[in-house]
């Protein structure tokens, strides 16, 4: 197994490192690459111009900082771009910086002072290696303390300094620790920007069963749980194995490994989920439950074969992030009045609208909590059953075993059921059947994937659904989203362009600013933290029943909305926005169109 590099202390390494400022009217072409500087190097590849180069050697001169350093800040080349100029430079690897990449307890080899000091950060380590990135990897002085704080052998990466800066914060956060993870990773686990300088890979398979490979795993897992993802992804590539969370609605990557862990990787999670690891042709589905800080949290698994190999998706179902409590979704009174009263109705439809991951379950689930007692016998049919509920009997709709929705709902109706939840309507035979149910004196609530709540009404009318059979039976629909909260370190004011506020039919003060987020280490450069909930509640009264009968395309019902003083989605997100809570372009994204 090949080494990433010697220690990068030779006059020549600390010369090329220097910064040095080249004469832009002289030929870039005639001479050899390994005389130029970052700057020449960065012009004939055609990443910088010379005029743009000309403005950062100026700047470097004011600041005395380094010259990549300055590049990335002016915004003229990214740092995805430049280091891979700075490994052929020094001779040393470079690493992009993220979160990913750091085993939690390795960091904390280099005391945090000492980090800030000497701009170092800890990534892994391997026996009696230590892989740590710096800004200055060709400082001997620095390599040494380096040694003589932690007693091992230093193997320096370069990173950008703003990179290190960023993430040293993170890295010694007392969230960031985790027990019992990737304490012995290889480091040919972990990608790093020279290729050429990556350690010897070992046969997957040889790591399928050893102790890297289920660090790896553990590792991933438990960062996703306390990172408050709901998803996390392994997807097969070319060269990499990308592995991404869903946090907050949205993916980001978090760690790369090589392409050859890939299969190890998979085969790791279909034993832990109870699948079969022989079969990699046809997609499975599995579970598992795991504890992490003394508290069981269930995984659902799914594989799915690509041209590249298995591509997975584990679910996390973490109770501790989720509140079954209408009075505490942040639902305003204005709206939950209304939805409470839909609930207290002996029978009739009630139906969650909105895309996947806009808290449909959520909202149903908190229904089931407010209206159960034990004077109430509640069935559910769900596909899946996410989470147990107590004094609910919930059945799992199962196709394979022929238990369909409507199967399932069938049956139910033979258990004397006072309140029956449909997880989802998605067809024509469940529909009619659910309208029946909620007719013949039970109260029935579904979900059906539309963007709005006189969308559902049209939905039920494309599945064939007699207009004044919808009109009898429904007694409300609930549209909701999830909009991504601000983050509160980050947050800064900002004035949206008039353009905007057209766009939206902005009724309020022009000239008021609106809340976004800048991004910072704590919100991984995203600007926001966490979500919340906006609603469009349309209660069913007799004047709807009437439009909905005699109008074929909806007319009357939209007309109504403006009688009734009914806030669209826009509206109340336009609210959300103007307390400070989310931005207005967080709020067109997600609601404008509809």
Same mark, same amino acid.
């Given at each position: ?11 020549? /390494?600390?010369?090329? /490192? ?12 005639? *001479? ?23 403005? /950062? ?6 600041? !005395? ?40 307890? &390795? ?75 990737? %304490? ?30 289920? !660090? ?37 990557? *978090? ?13 790791? *999670? ?54 079954? !409590? ?104 469940? %529909?009619?059947? /659910? ?20 969308? %559902? ?7 064939? &659904? ?16 999830? &909009? ?111």
């Amino acid at each position: 197994m090949s080494t990433l590099a010697q220690k990068p202390g030779t006059p020549d /390494a600390a010369k090329a /490192a220097a910064p040095s400022k080249i004469k832009t009217h002289e030929p870039l072409w005639d *001479v050899p690459e390994a005389s130029l500087p970052l700057g020449a190097r960065l012009v004939r590849a055609g990443l910088l111009n010379e005029e743009d180069l000309e403005r /950062a050697l100026e700047r470097q001169e004011k600041e !005395n900082a380094r010259l990549g350093e300055i590049l990335t800040r002016m915004g003229l080349v990214e740092e995805e771009e430049i280091l891979p100029f700075l490994n052929q430079q020094l001779g040393v690897p470079s690493v992009r910086l993220r979160e990913g990449i750091v085993d939690p307890k &390795v960091v904390q080899l280099i005391p945090r002072g000492h980090a800030e000091s000497l701009k170092a950060v800890a990534l892994f380590r391997v026996r009696k290696d230590l892989f740590v990135a710096m800004a200055e990897p060709q400082n001997l002085r620095q390599v040494d303390e380096i040694e003589r704080i932690t007693g091992l052998n230093v193997k320096p990466v370069i990173a950008l300094k703003s990179s290190i800066e960023r993430l040293i914060p993170r890295c010694y956060e007392k969230d960031f620790q985790v027990d019992h993870v990737t %304490a012995d990773i290889d480091e040919s686990a972990i990608e790093l920007q020279a290729d050429s300088m990556l350690l010897d890979l070992q046969a997957a398979d040889s790591l399928a069963d050893g102790s890297p490979i289920i !660090n790896l795993v553990n590792y991933f897992i438990v960062n996703a749980i306390r990172q408050g993802a709901s998803d996390v992804h392994i997807e097969p590539g070319q060269k990499h194995t990308t592995i991404r969370l869903r946090v907050d609605g949205m993916l980001r990557e *978090v760690l790369r490994p090589r392409r050859d862990f890939h299969a190890a990787l998979v085969s790791r *999670v279909k034993v832990m989920a109870r699948m079969d690891i022989a079969e990699h042709r046809q997609a499975q589905d599995g579970r598992m439950h795991v504890v992490v800080d003394n508290r069981e949290i269930d995984v659902r698994v799914s594989t799915l074969p690509t041209v590249k190999g298995e591509k997975v998706v584990m679910r996390i179902l973490d109770r501790k992030n989720l509140t079954f !409590n209408l009075n505490e979704l942040g639902i305003p009174t204005k709206q939950l009045i209304p939805m409470k009263k839909m609930l207290q109705k002996p029978h009739g439809l009630v139906l969650v609208t909105g895309p996947t991951g806009s808290g449909k379950t959520t909202t149903l689930y908190s229904a089931l909590e407010l209206i159960k007692s034990v004077h109430t016998n509640i069935v559910t049919v769900e596909d899946p059953v996410e989470y147990q509920l107590d004094m609910i009997n919930q059945v799992y709709a199962n196709p394979a075993a022929h238990l369909s929705f409507s199967a399932a709902l069938r049956s139910i109706l033979r258990q004397d059921p006072d309140v029956i939840m449909v997880g989802e309507i998605r067809d024509a035979e469940t %529909a009619e059947m /659910a309208i029946q149910a909620s007719l013949t004196g039970h109260l029935v609530l579904s979900t059906l994937h539309t963007n709005s709540t006189i969308g %559902a009404i049209t939905r039920l009318m494309d599945m064939g &659904v007699a207009s004044y059979k919808i009109s009898a039976a429904l007694v409300g629909v609930i549209a909701q989203r999830l &909009v991504r909260t601000i983050c509160p370190r980050c947050r800064t004011k900002y004035y949206p362009t008039e353009d905007i506020l057209r766009t939206i039919n902005y009724e309020g003060d022009r000239r008021r600013s609106f809340a976004k987020g800048e991004g910072c280490a704590h919100c991984y450069d995203t600007g926001f933290s966490g979500r919340t909930g906006i609603y469009e509640v349309l209660p069913i009264d007799q004047d709807f029943r009437e439009a909905i009968t005699h109008s074929d395309d909806m007319s009357a019902v939209a007309g109504l909305f403006k009688t009734k003083h009914i806030s669209t989605l826009l509206q109340e997100g336009i609210k959300v926005a103007e307390s400070g809570s989310t931005s207005l372009d967080e709020v067109i994204r997600l609601a404008y169109a509809d």
